[in-house]
């Protein structure tokens, strides 16, 4: 079955530094990878997605993902923080079994001014 | 054009109540599911469907059954809550992609969360 890390589960920038979000994969075929952001007491929203087509994903708001098969790796980044990133963003592997998205713990991102 | 649509967006019940979460999608997408989500733990899949008239298990789905009698519905039901339910609930909807490799599901669309508190 697929399956995501995110590793830590709380990160602090402050405004105008560079976000990096780690996502790491499982996955026995190639996978399908999708990175989502929630604001609080919000749906989830669709930041970007890897479908086998370019390596490195630009999404909305600035952020970007680069896909390596060699690290097993999907991590999210952003050149400059801006106050209004700070929210929840998870990252998810496309689960084939179930034709669904298998989701990781989450990451809160806090941006210090 | 609302995409998913869910009812009640909030609730509070006693042990033993029985309620049902109701779902809307207008984006003619053929899967739809639901999560739910919980402090730490992301969003964990509890049933799913892919076409009208099907559902099928997913990560957590004891407590809870689920129909979808037409597709731009799917229903969550609780029949006899518990405290472990207490948590916020998405209902999302997607659309199928075939590469040669096998089926995939394409990004979801969510609702809004629907939080539920049992008592």
């Known amino acids: 079955a697929q399956s995501v890390t995110q590793l830590g589960s709380h990160v602090s920038v402050s405004e105008g530094a560079l976000v990096l979000l780690r996502c790491n994969y499982s996955?026995?075929?190639?996978?399908?990878l999708f990175w989502y952001v929630q604001y609080p007491n919000q749906g989830l929203q669709l930041l970007l997605k890897?479908?086998?087509?370019?390596?490195l994903v630009k999404g909305i708001n600035g952020f970007e993902a680069e896909f390596k098969k060699s690290e097993t790796s999907f991590h999210l980044t952003k050149p400059s923080a801006h106050m209004s990133d700070a929210a929840e963003y998870f990252c998810?592997?496309?689960?084939?079994?179930?034709?669904?998205?298998?989701f990781g713990s989450g990451t809160r991102l806090q941006v210090q001014p | 054009n609302a995409g998913v649509t869910q009812t009640p967006k909030f609730r509070v019940l006693k042990t033993g109540q029985s309620m049902t979460l109701l779902c809307a999608q207008d984006?003619?997408?053929?899967?739809m599911y639901w999560y739910r989500q919980d402090p730490g733990m992301g969003l964990r899949l509890i049933h799913y469907?892919?076409?009208?008239?099907?559902?099928a298990k997913g990560e957590v789905p004891d407590g809870y059954n689920v129909s979808r009698l037409k597709k731009q519905n799917f229903l969550l039901g609780l029949e006899s809550a518990a405290p472990s339910q207490t948590s916020v609930y998405f209902c999302?909807?997607?659309?199928?992609?075939?590469?040669?490799?096998?089926?995939?599901?394409?990004?979801?669309?969510f609702g809004e969360g629907s939080r539920l508190t049992v008592l």
């Open positions: 469907s892919v076409g009208e008239g099907t559902t």
């Open positions: 890897y479908t086998s087509a370019a390596t």
């Open positions: 984006m003619n997408h053929e899967y």
């Open positions: 998810a592997v496309s689960d084939t079994g179930r034709r669904a998205l298998t």
């Open positions: 996955s026995s075929v190639p996978p399908y």
């Open positions: 999302a909807s997607s659309y199928p992609i075939y590469p040669t490799s096998g089926g995939y599901t394409g990004e979801l669309f």
